[in-house]
């Protein structure tokens, strides 16, 4: 079926609103320099006070003149200015709501009122530019050209050219070079009232900028209706030139009310006054073109293919040719010879942006040849990657660098010299600086600089509408879905390279990163002294082995042949995850028969089944509801490492539970349900609330096969059964541990804290894959499909849990693992059920989804994630914690530790476990009498903490970290030693005195 061809206003708006969804998301939130705080200035002065005067900022070229009245007058034109009040307006209603971003405001403002409308004509450029990309789109469809050539070429000015940075940023350019595109486009084949109207576009053009002059004359060139030249019909050319000859008058009028003469500007020259044209035009023609720090061929790669294709494109369009080509030259020529051609500090050529989009006009022919369109694509693939530093890091942090680099090695130092070594050598041009600054990771995003404010999820809910809004219109129904599933997997995959890349770079360090490693690893080295796995609580030690063996044997293991270290059970959990995510991914794949499905599936449960957030401690005690939205909606959780490669039980146990059910879904031979049944018993004896697996394949299979049924049930029963009692019998502490141990108190507000994390992470997926369920109950399901869903309830049922305190997300990575596929096989059977009926119900899964990603990506910003300098630790931190454990090891009396990773390093026993037997005390479950005792008695020798004795005892969900009593007398006891790698040492006090 043929489709439809769009019309332009359709195709206008759709690049509108997916251009603008982009630069919002690469909007930074705020504005630098003095061109930019001149406009602001001349903006507010005209809301406040109906005047172009403003204070100055005092530099050597302050950027303008005392005029009449000794007042200080910017030498800018006025049309930018008029066009921020709007936004100047609007950001002074929104003062109150703009405290909240004060703290995180990244330059020192003069007035904390100011902050609202500096934010919001920050985003000014932003439409500014969408709205250029959208019009030059109309002008190629205009030409002749197909939809697909004109969408092609929009997107490569909008994303592959210097265009992208310069939307991030109030300078007049983009503002000028939309109304001079504006003016082509309406004279282009004009009829008088659309010719009268292109001169009004060229008048305000010239009002935002007076070099729109230049254009006045030369786009006269362009045809008129009958495809004769606008100035072969003078009642034509009158309506261009008259309203640019209204302007000009304006202008005088402007400079009168500023400065008492028609031709003062404010601008000042080399010789002393006036504008300074007086340049070398050999080196400003270079500097445009080639050099190293403004050449466009650089900040616009794609500008070569479209001179390539200019023979072709005059071809049967020649008056149009004639008068972009005329513009381009005299554009070149006057900015050649002007003092300052560089623009200043800014992100590419940015004099030349007012007339890019013409340049890359020919771009539309290249679509129409297939091996010109393979090399176009390369083109704007090496632009768009150029563009990045620009349209993500601060133009003005590397220019302030280059500055820096320049005084560090300048004898004389001078402003021209300071241009040569700044444009001229490649190695400190604004591309290589900023993408140093990008790669150490500054990032200059509103939504990550104000990633803890109400700024960052409207940011990004604002984008998510716009990309919508976007698609919808530049295609037809069907391929909406498909296109919103490639956007969205596309943030999805880039979130999980990050969380990718710091997973697996936390594998080496020493120490303990999540509450818990330590433990589980000096349970681990019990088995390796010849101890029980399980002690009596009753008596000393006080530490409670929480889990069931597996994952302690297996780890006890790998210390026997590697010795004591996080590494190797990190690697045991990081490839565990991965195995749950190929596993999600052959689940997705066998029930849909789409590999971009299983892919699909993969991402969603890497990407949110696994937050890198923590639970906020200092909530507890406050109301359920408020503590749920602080964790739902705020960004000021605190951060932590993924929990993909911990030194914890948690992967491996989902990865045999999914194991079980996988093999399950293949086949019922006799084979695989016995090896689906040990799978699902080794996810049981790995964490005691795994039994989803076991509980779905029972009930599956009885269904199916009840002999078969039995076979699965008895086989997981007697391996548990054998386990279990050999354990009771051996230790006579094995339920005591993992049963009894485990019964922590239930608060309101600890769930409400997890519930706020889950529904911030998992919603949209949960209500796609209930959804799904719903409707295959209804429609009938059979066979592997059956078995994921009674898989999926049963993973439900340990999130009662989340109640208790303690608990974490960790709680939900099973029901994440199979929500993940249920919620894929629900998007992909909305999206083949509608999408052809041209329904929008195609893409409310998409839509849930993409809300969960808003609410997420605050987070992935240097406050959430962890810091290199976490990951790739000095060479003398290392040594210095090395010490501390060697220390540690050879204290002959005995330790106290917390966290408690010196300890299992040092391979010593944990004498005590603070936390969860301070919640013991606090139930009156525990006697912390005779470890005071042992205290005040000076039998510890040595204690080593995170954090001095002297601070508050700080607590999780309302329960304070140390036991008081014991805390006492530490305190009372100890004294400090040293401070080695962020570890407090104590050692008791000669003559201190102690009451048990």
């Given at each position: 079926?043929?489709?439809?061809?769009?019309?332009?206003?359709?195709?206008?708006?759709?690049?509108?609103?997916?251009?603008?969804?982009?630069?919002?998301?690469?909007?930074?939130?705020?504005?630098?320099?003095?061109?930019?705080?001149?406009?602001?200035?001349?903006?507010?002065?005209?809301?406040?006070?109906?005047?172009?005067?403003?204070?100055?900022?005092?530099?050597?070229?302050?950027?303008?003149?005392?005029?009449?009245?000794?007042?200080?007058?910017?030498?800018?034109?006025?049309?930018?200015?008029?066009?921020?009040?709007?936004?100047?307006?609007?950001?002074?209603?929104?003062?109150?709501?703009?405290?909240?971003?004060?703290?995180?405001?990244?330059?020192?403002?003069?007035?904390?009122?100011?902050?609202?409308?500096?934010?919001?004509?920050?985003?000014?450029?932003?439409?500014?530019?969408?709205?250029?990309?959208?019009?030059?789109?109309?002008?190629?469809?205009?030409?002749g050209y197909p939809p697909r050539a004109a969408l092609f070429t929009a997107l490569a000015y909008a994303f592959a050219t210097f265009a992208w940075g310069q939307a991030r940023v109030v300078f007049a350019d983009p503002l000028q070079g939309l109304l001079l595109l504006l003016g082509c486009l309406l004279l282009v084949e004009a009829s008088p009232s659309r010719a009268l109207l292109g001169g009004g576009a060229l008048a305000l053009a010239m009002l935002v900028k007076l070099t729109s002059a230049l254009a006045v004359p030369v786009l006269l060139l362009l045809p008129d209706a009958d495809g004769r030249p606008l100035w072969r019909r003078p009642a034509m050319a009158a309506r261009v030139v008259g309203p640019a000859i209204a302007a000009v008058a304006l202008h005088a009028l402007y400079n009168v009310a500023r400065y008492g003469s028609p031709l003062s500007t404010g601008y000042y020259s080399s010789g002393g006054g006036g504008l300074d044209f007086g340049g070398n035009p050999l080196v400003g023609l270079y500097g445009l073109i080639i050099s190293a720090g403004r050449g466009v061929i650089w900040y616009a790669p794609p500008i070569l293919a479209a001179v390539w294709a200019w023979r072709r494109f005059a071809q049967g369009r020649r008056h149009v040719a004639l008068a972009i080509a005329a513009l381009v030259v005299v554009w070149f020529v006057v900015h050649a010879l002007w003092r300052d051609w560089h623009g200043g500090w800014s992100w590419g050529p940015r004099y030349l942006l007012p007339i890019l989009p013409l340049l890359i006009l020919p771009l539309a022919e290249c679509w129409l040849h297939p091996r010109a369109r393979r090399l176009t694509?390369?083109?704007?693939?090496?632009?768009?990657?150029?563009?990045?530093?620009?349209?993500?890091?601060?133009?003005?942090?590397?220019?302030?660098?280059?500055?820096?680099?320049?005084?560090?090695?300048?004898?004389?130092?001078?402003?021209?010299?300071?241009?040569?070594?700044?444009?001229?050598?490649?190695?400190?041009?604004?591309?290589?600086?900023?993408?140093?600054?990008?790669?150490?990771?500054?990032?200059?995003?509103?939504?990550?600089?104000?990633?803890?404010?109400?700024?960052?999820?409207?940011?990004?809910?604002?984008?998510?509408?716009?990309?919508?809004?976007?698609?919808?219109?530049?295609?037809?129904?069907?391929?909406?879905?498909?296109?919103?599933?490639?956007?969205?997997?596309?943030?999805?995959?880039?979130?999980?390279?990050?969380?990718?890349?710091?997973?697996?770079?936390?594998?080496?360090?020493?120490?303990?990163?999540?509450?818990?490693?330590?433990?589980?690893?000096?349970?681990?080295?019990?088995?390796?002294?010849?101890?029980?796995?399980?002690?009596?609580?009753?008596?000393?030690?006080?530490?409670?082995?929480?889990?069931?063996?597996?994952?302690?044997?297996?780890?006890?293991?790998?210390?026997?042949?590697?010795?004591?270290?996080?590494?190797?059970?990190?690697?045991?959990?990081?490839?565990?995850?991965?195995?749950?995510?190929?596993?999600?991914?052959?689940?997705?794949?066998?029930?849909?028969?789409?590999?971009?499905?299983?892919?699909?599936?993969?991402?969603?449960?890497?990407?949110?089944?696994?937050?890198?957030?923590?639970?906020?401690?200092?909530?507890?005690?406050?109301?359920?509801?408020?503590?749920?939205?602080?964790?739902?909606?705020?960004?000021?959780?605190?951060?932590?490492?993924?929990?993909?490669?911990?030194?914890?039980?948690?992967?491996?146990?989902?990865?045999?539970?999914?194991?079980?059910?996988?093999?399950?879904?293949?086949?019922?031979?006799?084979?695989?349900?016995?090896?689906?049944?040990?799978?699902?018993?080794?996810?049981?004896?790995?964490?005691?609330?795994?039994?989803?697996?076991?509980?779905?394949?029972?009930?599956?299979?009885?269904?199916?096969?009840?002999?078969?049924?039995?076979?699965?049930?008895?086989?997981?029963?007697?391996?548990?059964?054998?386990?279990?009692?050999?354990?009771?019998?051996?230790?006579?502490?094995?339920?005591?541990?993992?049963?009894?141990?485990?019964?922590?108190?239930?608060?309101?507000?600890?769930?409400?804290?997890?519930?706020?994390?889950?529904?911030?992470?998992?919603?949209?997926?949960?209500?796609?894959?209930?959804?799904?369920?719903?409707?295959?109950?209804?429609?009938?399901?059979?066979?592997?499909?059956?078995?994921?869903?009674?898989?999926?309830?049963?993973?439900?049922?340990?999130?009662?849990?989340?109640?208790?305190?303690?608990?974490?997300?960790?709680?939900?990575?099973?029901?994440?693992?199979?929500?993940?596929?249920?919620?894929?096989?629900?998007?992909?059977?909305?999206?083949?059920?509608?999408?052809?009926?041209?329904?929008?119900?195609?893409?409310?899964?998409?839509?849930?989804?993409?809300?969960?990603?808003?609410?997420?990506?605050?987070?992935?910003?240097?406050?959430?994630?962890?810091?290199?300098?976490?990951?790739?630790?000095?060479?003398?931190?290392?040594?210095?914690?090395?010490?501390?454990?060697?220390?540690?090891?050879?204290?002959?009396?005995?330790?106290?530790?917390?966290?408690?990773?010196?300890?299992?390093?040092?391979?010593?026993?944990?004498?005590?476990?603070?936390?969860?037997?301070?919640?013991?005390?606090?139930?009156?479950?525990?006697?912390?009498?005779?470890?005071?005792?042992?205290?005040?008695?000076?039998?510890?020798?040595?204690?080593?903490?995170?954090?001095?004795?002297?601070?508050?005892?700080?607590?999780?969900?309302?329960?304070?970290?140390?036991?008081?009593?014991?805390?006492?007398?530490?305190?009372?006891?100890?004294?400090?030693?040293?401070?080695?790698?962020?570890?407090?040492?104590?050692?008791?006090?000669?003559?201190?005195?102690?009451?048990?």
């Amino acid at each position: 079926m043929v489709e439809a061809r769009p019309s332009a206003r359709r195709l206008g708006w759709g690049v509108f609103f997916l251009t603008l969804a982009v630069y919002v998301l690469t909007a930074n939130g705020h504005h630098t320099g003095q061109d930019q705080e001149y406009f602001f200035r001349m903006a507010q002065s005209i809301a406040r006070n109906r005047s172009f005067a403003i204070e100055p900022l005092g530099f050597q070229n302050d950027a303008g003149q005392v005029g009449v009245e000794g007042r200080f007058y910017a030498q800018y034109a006025p049309g930018l200015p008029v066009a921020l009040v709007p936004l100047v307006l609007i950001g002074q209603s929104l003062a109150r709501p703009a405290e909240a971003l004060a703290r995180f405001y990244p330059y020192q403002i003069p007035n904390p009122s100011e902050l609202g409308p500096r934010v919001a004509v920050s985003y000014f450029n932003a439409p500014i530019e969408a709205a250029t990309a959208a019009l030059l789109a109309v002008l190629v469809l205009r030409l002749g050209y197909p939809p697909r050539a004109a969408l092609f070429t929009a997107l490569a000015y909008a994303f592959a050219t210097f265009a992208w940075g310069q939307a991030r940023v109030v300078f007049a350019d983009p503002l000028q070079g939309l109304l001079l595109l504006l003016g082509c486009l309406l004279l282009v084949e004009a009829s008088p009232s659309r010719a009268l109207l292109g001169g009004g576009a060229l008048a305000l053009a010239m009002l935002v900028k007076l070099t729109s002059a230049l254009a006045v004359p030369v786009l006269l060139l362009l045809p008129d209706a009958d495809g004769r030249p606008l100035w072969r019909r003078p009642a034509m050319a009158a309506r261009v030139v008259g309203p640019a000859i209204a302007a000009v008058a304006l202008h005088a009028l402007y400079n009168v009310a500023r400065y008492g003469s028609p031709l003062s500007t404010g601008y000042y020259s080399s010789g002393g006054g006036g504008l300074d044209f007086g340049g070398n035009p050999l080196v400003g023609l270079y500097g445009l073109i080639i050099s190293a720090g403004r050449g466009v061929i650089w900040y616009a790669p794609p500008i070569l293919a479209a001179v390539w294709a200019w023979r072709r494109f005059a071809q049967g369009r020649r008056h149009v040719a004639l008068a972009i080509a005329a513009l381009v030259v005299v554009w070149f020529v006057v900015h050649a010879l002007w003092r300052d051609w560089h623009g200043g500090w800014s992100w590419g050529p940015r004099y030349l942006l007012p007339i890019l989009p013409l340049l890359i006009l020919p771009l539309a022919e290249c679509w129409l040849h297939p091996r010109a369109r393979r090399l176009t694509f390369g083109l704007i693939a090496v632009g768009a990657a150029i563009q990045l530093p620009g349209a993500l890091v601060d133009f003005w942090v590397a220019g302030d660098l280059a500055r820096r680099l320049y005084h560090q090695r300048c004898r004389t130092c001078n402003d021209p010299d300071f241009s040569a070594f700044h444009f001229f050598d490649p190695a400190v041009s604004d591309i290589g600086l900023q993408i140093g600054l990008l790669l150490n990771g500054r990032l200059d995003l509103a939504w990550i600089t104000y990633g803890g404010t109400w700024l960052a999820p409207i940011t990004l809910g604002l984008v998510v509408a716009l990309a919508c809004i976007g698609i919808g219109l530049l295609g037809p129904r069907s391929r909406q879905a498909a296109a919103g599933l490639f956007g969205l997997g596309g943030v999805l995959a880039a979130v999980a390279i990050v969380k990718l890349g710091w997973s697996a770079m936390e594998v080496v360090q020493p120490q303990e990163i999540m509450f818990g490693e330590g433990t589980i690893m000096a349970h681990a080295g019990r088995l390796l002294r010849g101890e029980p796995l399980y002690q009596p609580l009753d008596r000393p030690p006080d530490t409670i082995v929480a889990y069931t063996p597996l994952f302690h044997w297996v780890t006890a293991a790998i210390q026997a042949l590697l010795g004591p270290g996080f590494g190797p059970g990190r690697v045991l959990s990081f490839a565990a995850v991965l195995v749950i995510t190929g596993l999600a991914v052959y689940l997705a794949v066998r029930e849909t028969g789409d590999r971009w499905a299983g892919t699909f599936a993969g991402l969603l449960f890497f990407t949110l089944g696994l937050p890198w957030i923590y639970p906020r401690w200092d909530l507890a005690g406050a109301e359920p509801v408020s503590v749920a939205l602080e964790h739902l909606l705020s960004g000021s959780l605190r951060g932590m490492i993924p929990w993909i490669s911990l030194y914890r039980v948690d992967g491996l146990g989902v990865a045999l539970s999914l194991g079980a059910i996988t093999l399950l879904h293949g086949g019922t031979t006799r084979r695989r349900v016995l090896l689906a049944a040990v799978l699902a018993t080794l996810a049981f004896l790995t964490k005691q609330t795994l039994v989803a697996a076991g509980v779905a394949g029972v009930i599956w299979l009885w269904r199916e096969d009840r002999s078969k049924a039995a076979i699965f049930a008895g086989t997981g029963l007697a391996i548990t059964l054998v386990t279990g009692l050999a354990l009771e019998i051996s230790t006579g502490a094995f339920l005591a541990n993992v049963v009894l141990s485990n019964v922590n108190p239930i608060r309101a507000d600890a769930l409400a804290a997890s519930l706020g994390l889950l529904v911030r992470f998992q919603a949209g997926p949960l209500a796609i894959a209930g959804l799904y369920v719903v409707y295959r109950l209804r429609t009938g399901v059979k066979g592997g499909e059956r078995l994921l869903l009674y898989f999926w309830i049963a993973s439900l049922l340990p999130l009662v849990g989340l109640a208790k305190v303690g608990s974490n997300h960790n709680y939900w990575i099973e029901t994440a693992a199979v929500t993940a596929v249920l919620a894929t096989l629900g998007t992909w059977t909305y999206r083949r059920r509608y999408a052809e009926q041209g329904s929008a119900r195609a893409l409310v899964p998409i839509l849930l989804i993409a809300a969960n990603v808003t609410l997420v990506l605050p987070v992935v910003n240097g406050d959430r994630l962890p810091r290199s300098s976490q990951i790739w630790l000095e060479r003398g931190y290392v040594e210095g914690f090395q010490r501390v454990v060697e220390r540690v090891r050879n204290e002959p009396r005995a330790v106290l530790a917390n966290p408690l990773d010196v300890l299992a390093l040092a391979g010593r026993p944990i004498l005590f476990e603070p936390y969860i037997f301070s919640i013991l005390l606090e139930q009156g479950k525990w006697d912390a009498g005779p470890l005071v005792r042992r205290i005040c008695g000076g039998e510890i020798g040595l204690v080593v903490l995170d954090q001095r004795l002297e601070t508050d005892n700080p607590g999780y969900h309302g329960y304070p970290h140390w036991p008081a009593p014991v805390l006492r007398a530490l305190r009372q006891t100890m004294t400090l030693e040293a401070i080695q790698s962020d570890r407090a040492l104590y050692v008791p006090r000669l003559g201190a005195a102690c009451r048990p």
